[in-house]
């Protein structure tokens, strides 16, 4: 007796579980739907995400498109269901089956997409254009300038070398490497610097060299 318990009791299970895939139809292919409106929105929503990040030039994260390709793949499925005429119960406890294994499968798409809220994209890697191309430039510009004013001090004609320019641009630092290039080249014996502002203090200019 306990022998037959035993089996029936593997079957009741399964049964019981195929027997609610008939009973639950509605109730699963009404939750499909919901869910399938749900993602459509959030499909809409991520690609006008990526619509902005696009154009603002930003690269589009890889997880989003790998997103967006089985959001589509679970969409055109969708379509090609609502063509089929489900009638008979074969047919509506198949489709109650599978609406409830997509429900679940849409569920974690909607879980996978909770990140894209505050990012699909990432700024561009630096290229031809960027701040790294200005800083090699002005690099460049800094050398010249360099080699034309220790060019010019060892001209004998040459009495003064002005470096001009906007504050802040570095002509304290340039003055600075000049000096010390011209007392290793062996141009003067002593290098002295003062810092002549905009309203200048001859006092203390010769105060400082003193």
Excluded at 140 to 166: F, H, Q
Excluded at 168 to 179: D, R
Aim: aromatic share 6%.
């Amino acid at each position: 007796m306990d022998v037959v318990s035993t089996i029936g009791g593997y079957f009741v299970g399964p049964i019981k579980k195929h027997c609610g895939y008939l009973y639950h139809y509605n109730s699963n292919i009404k939750d499909l739907k919901e869910k399938i409106q749900k993602l459509r929105d959030k499909s809409d929503r991520v690609q006008l995400e990526i619509g902005a990040a696009n154009r603002n030039g930003q690269v589009i994260a890889p997880e989003v498109g790998t997103w967006i390709e089985k959001v589509r793949n679970i969409l055109d499925e969708d379509v090609e269901a609502n063509k089929i005429s489900w009638d008979g119960w074969g047919p509506r406890y198949y489709l109650s089956r599978k609406a409830k294994k997509k429900t679940l499968e849409i569920d974690g798409l909607l879980s996978d997409a909770a990140p894209f809220v505050t990012r699909v994209s990432y700024p561009p890697p630096l290229g031809i254009g960027s701040s790294s191309i200005e800083g090699i430039m002005d690099f460049e510009s800094r050398t010249k300038m360099r080699k034309e004013v220790l060019e010019a001090l060892r001209t004998d004609k040459v009495n003064m070398i002005a470096i001009c320019g906007m504050g802040g641009i570095g002509k304290t630092t340039m003055a600075k490497e000049v000096a010390k290039r011209a007392k290793d080249d062996k141009l003067f014996d002593e290098v002295v610097m003062a810092v002549v502002s905009q309203n200048q203090d001859l006092r203390n200019i010769q105060g400082s060299n003193c």
